[in-house]
């Protein structure tokens, strides 16, 4: 090709038409692209770094949390700190379970985690071998111990069986188990007033302002008290009494929770229905939707129950004729009945008076004029006992 031919060609290409990468199709970056990437790179970072930190947190918190597990229960298996270094009086009772073994053992300390002991005692065969009785020990002793001591050891003394009247207060009590040989009265007394009962309502006692810190506590029932020694057999028995209380009361946790009344109030109320209406469960929801109508009512400065003039201590603290509201305390040992009819007195029952006849047949009334009438008629007949 000639010159003039290669000059007539190339009169048609443009000087655009020499621009690299114009054919190829390729996009041009703007100049803020790499500061963009730069900093997508900086957040993965910052990301994957934090992600590092958390990973190792985890394990170290993992790390420390099974070690501590595995110390806490080498520590339960050998009995060994926590709070050991104790010596401890408990009651197995004939037929007792192992699950209540275990909770008896943990608790006076010897046993931290009783789920673990049972699974001790299933995994050695132990079940069934533990033995009944009273047994004295350090609760350092561990697992293998334990078992030892509750497969070796046995009953040392015989039992004495006592009944515990509804109504029955302190004094009662301790005369009633002073007669059957369980223990001295002086020995009862002194564990009412200084025993250590591990009980949440036990603690909650105002031991300050009641009388006899136990009364109305230690629940009326027939009971196989130990009689071996005094001091021990007045522990065990008050002991056995408080369970007793607390078993009782299970099913009625709930209520009581609800209650905008604490359980030491709640027992003091059920004293006094006990004494008013004792021997007629049926009137007890009355007798005390009555009382609560009168500590809920302005019109009522107290609650004014006779039998509360009778209790021996404490004088104007436990006269509801004298104190403002509820006694300072419980004034007897109320039943079951007494207490479950105070968790749920009569609903919409209307009346701020009761009173009973010669037959304990009761009467409500919602005026004091309705109440006077009916202590006039029956007064007339010859069948009245006293007012309420």
């Known amino acids: 090709m000639d010159n003039k031919d290669l000059n007539s060609e190339n009169t048609n290409i443009s000087e655009d038409d020499f621009i690299i990468g114009k054919d190829f199709n390729i996009e041009e970056e703007s100049p803020s692209a790499e500061p963009h990437r730069k900093h997508k790179k900086k957040k993965a970072k910052s990301h994957s770094g934090i992600k590092t930190v958390i990973w190792v947190i985890s394990i170290v918190v993992v790390s420390v949390s099974l070690a ?12 060994i700190g926590f709070g050991r270094g104790k010596d401890c009086v408990i009651e197995i009772e004939k037929g007792t379970s192992v699950h209540k073994i275990a909770s008896k053992l943990s608790d006076c300390g010897a046993v931290k985690m009783p789920v673990l002991f049972r699974l001790y005692s299933k995994l050695k065969h132990f079940e069934g071998k533990y033995k009944y009785g009273v047994y004295e020990f350090n609760n350092e002793l561990g697992y293998s111990g334990l078992a030892e001591m509750l497969m070796s050891e046995g009953a040392k003394a015989d039992t004495v069986r006592v009944t515990i009247p509804e109504m029955a207060n302190i004094d009662d009590i301790a005369k009633l188990l002073d007669e059957a040989g369980v223990c001295t009265k002086k020995d009862f007394l002194y564990e009412v007033r200084n025993g250590k009962f591990d009980f949440d309502f036990v ?58 009344y604490s359980f030491h109030e709640l027992m003091s109320m059920a004293s006094v229905v006990e004494l008013e209406a004792g021997g007629s469960p049926s009137e007890m929801s009355n007798v005390a939707a009555v009382f609560f109508n009168r500590l809920n009512s302005k019109d009522f400065a107290t609650l004014g129950s006779s039998p509360t003039r009778k209790y021996p201590y404490g004088g104007d603290r436990y006269n509801t004729y004298v104190c403002k509201g509820l006694p300072v305390g419980p004034l007897c040992s109320p039943s079951l009945n007494a207490i479950k009819a105070t968790l749920n007195p009569t609903k919409d029952f209307d009346y701020y008076y009761f009173v009973t006849d010669a037959k304990m047949e009761f009467y409500y009334r919602k005026t004091l004029n309705e109440h006077n009438a009916i202590i006039a008629k029956l007064k007339a007949e010859k069948n009245w006992i006293y007012e309420d």
């Open 68 to 79: 501590f597990g595995i110390i806490f229960v080498t520590s339960d298996y050998l009995g």
């Open 203 to 260: 603690k909650e006692i105002p031991a300050d302002e009641v009388y006899y810190r136990l009364e109305g506590y230690l629940f009326p029932e027939t009971y196989d008290f130990y009689s071996y020694d005094s001091k021990e057999c007045a522990h065990l028995a008050i002991y056995k009494m408080l369970s007793t209380l607390d078993e009782r009361i299970k099913p009625y946790k709930e209520d009581i929770n609800n209650s905008k």
